[in-house]
């Protein structure tokens, strides 16, 4: 039921690894990100966080160390876009030289290999260290796209790496799914400051099959990656992820009608994200096969040069979640988002940011650099999230004796609009993705705040409903039929026959022990089968598992017998 202690040993030091290249791409990150503003003229590498670390005024010009390139909007304009462009050229052209697979999220691929499917060189040396380098690189760049799912193709990409360094795993495939299952946990839980969401994430989403000595193992690597990152303290403010924020005001019923709103956001978002990604991805396939730096290019060149002039796009998309997530109390207020005299202007930019990210994130998903999902899916959530938050909270200031907001209480702030930013960002990535539980989970240790778990549910439960009312799956899962990997999915079909009449009664099988290697070749070249189920060498014939003729062969190669 447990696992045993060699393979948590080897969990733990994937964990250890994972931990460490997570908080390295979020300290690259940080820094390219406000590379694009200007430098600091203390020290090159520091990013304007550290640059201006004992300086309390947020103001314009408030510290002194840090250099914006120019002081014309203009040239600041020109200087962000040329940057954007040349990050996403250098991360596409590295992509496309070295490591192919290094494109894209992940997701997708990596619950195939967990299923069983096998594709060489996808969780390899090449893969992961073009990923970490490129990552940081893209998310720079200003594409909509995140680095969560990435972060999960890297995690896995570590596990499999450590795995191969011991014998006994690398001989095993049902070991080194487990040990990448595992890995999939802490990816996760590293990219959202979740160990718990982390491991959830794994059995929601990742797997089929999942026992619980896998489980375990998840969680220790998750635990240990999480402890790691913190260790590291990339942000050096304590925090595992930068919009990690915390709540001490309670909601109110009334509350629910426009949390179904934002619930009802959530499941549209997802369809119509995965309906008209998966029509780009086809337009794509059929005529920018041979374009992929030009096309990251333009739309890094697009993004920046439309975004620089929203404030809420043109910052770095997890420092816009941290922005919108806050209480407008202690310091929440970014560029006058809590000033009554600035609300609908303030809401406007907000709708238009909701409105641009969610187009550019339907071009920008499946580009050929590493490219996630979950956090520009959260920024939009949350742009409308928040808008949605001022629009109640100035009904309030305009009618403060309705009966609908009876339950306030005179001289204390009655509605908090970044708690419906974070609502928002979890019914976006729950509606895109298909997921509940682990989305819940993640965002109460994102919180801490158990009172907003009950609000959290309500979303999260319309978002489902909107999205079963079209019968939509995850953008994952269509990823997967859209790509024609061989992944049997949890659909449940009637078709009202006998099971005995699509089953064989002369079955070729290999017993799981006492086989000779010409006795395996004998088998493949007299048969032309798909595959071959293992069972127990005694006359019962249970079945223990089952072989594709592909990978036996690739295996009987590695032996040097063929």
């Not at 406007?348 to 994130?361: E, G, M, P, Y």
């Not at 999902?373 to 001022?390: H, K, L, N």
């Not at 079963?468 to 024609?484: L, Q, T, V």
């Not at 000779?516 to 293992?534: D, M, R, W």
Request: contains cysteine; glycine residues 8%.
């Amino acid at each position: 039921m447990y696992p045993s202690r060699t393979a948590l040993s080897k969990a733990i030091l994937a964990g250890i690894c994972i931990g460490l290249n997570a908080a390295l791409i979020a300290i690259l990150t940080e820094w390219l990100s406000d590379l694009k503003m200007g430098y600091c003229s203390d020290g090159w590498w520091l990013n304007q966080e550290f640059c201006c670390w004992e300086i309390e005024t947020d103001g314009e010009g408030a510290c002194a160390a840090w250099k914006p390139w120019t002081k014309y909007t203009a040239g600041m304009w020109f200087i962000y876009t040329v940057l954007a462009s040349l990050f996403a050229y250098i991360a596409a052209h590295l992509v496309r030289s070295f490591a192919p697979y290094a494109a894209g999220s992940g997701i997708s691929e990596i619950k195939c290999i967990i299923s069983g499917f096998v594709m060489k060189g996808y969780l390899g040396v090449g893969t992961l260290i073009m990923k970490s380098l490129t990552l940081p690189l893209v998310i720079a760049s200003g594409l909509s796209v995140g680095k969560e799912g990435p972060s999960v193709h890297v995690a896995c990409c570590i596990g499999n790496v450590v795995a191969r360094l011991f014998p006994r795993f690398a001989r095993s495939q049902g070991k080194m799914r487990e040990i990448i299952t595992a890995a999939s946990a802490a990816g996760v839980a590293v990219a959202f400051g979740s160990p718990i969401g982390g491991v959830l994430f794994s059995i929601e989403e990742m797997s089929n099959v999942f026992s619980i000595k896998t489980m375990w193992r998840s969680f220790f690597c998750a635990l240990v990656a999480t402890v790691t990152l913190s260790a590291m303290n990339p942000y050096r403010t304590g925090k595992l992820v930068l919009f990690q924020v915390t709540y001490d005001r309670d909601w109110h019923f009334f509350e629910i009608i426009f949390f179904v709103i934002i619930g009802i956001f959530g499941g549209l978002y997802g369809v119509f994200v995965t309906r008209f990604n998966l029509q780009v991805a086809a337009f794509r396939r059929k005529h920018l096969t041979s374009f992929p730096i030009t096309e990251a290019v333009t739309l890094a060149g697009l993004t920046a040069v439309f975004g620089y002039f929203n404030r809420f796009l043109r910052i770095d998309m997890t420092e816009s979640l941290y922005i919108l997530f806050r209480e407008c109390e202690g310091g929440g207020d970014y560029d006058n988002l809590c000033q009554s005299a600035a609300q609908w202007p303030m809401v406007n930019s907000l709708l238009l940011a909701t409105v641009f990210r969610f187009a550019f994130v339907i071009l920008s998903y499946g580009s050929k650099v590493p490219a996630g999902i979950f956090v520009p899916s959260m920024a939009i959530g949350a742009t409308f999230g928040r808008m949605v938050g001022i629009i109640v909270k100035a009904m309030y200031r305009s009618h403060p004796t309705s009966g609908i907001f009876a339950a306030c209480t005179p001289d204390v702030p009655c509605i908090t609009p970044g708690t419906y930013a974070l609502l928002g960002a979890a019914a976006a990535l729950s509606g895109v993705m298909r997921i509940t539980v682990t989305v819940v989970v993640i965002m109460f240790e994102l919180t801490g705040a158990l009172t907003y778990i009950l609000p959290t549910m309500i979303v999260l439960l319309v978002t489902k409903s909107v999205g079963d009312w079209f019968d939509a799956e995850g953008i994952a899962d269509e990823m997967i039929k859209f790509n024609g990997y061989p992944y049997l999915a949890k659909n449940e079909h009637a078709f009202n026959i006998p099971v005995s009449r699509v089953m064989r009664t002369e079955l070729h099988t290999l017993a799981a022990a006492g086989l000779q290697l010409p006795a395996v070749v004998e088998k493949i070249n007299s048969t032309a089968v798909k595959g071959f189920p293992i069972v127990t060498p005694d006359d019962q014939r249970v079945l223990l598992g089952y072989i594709g003729r592909t990978e036996l062969n690739y295996v009987l190669r590695k032996s040097i017998y063929l």
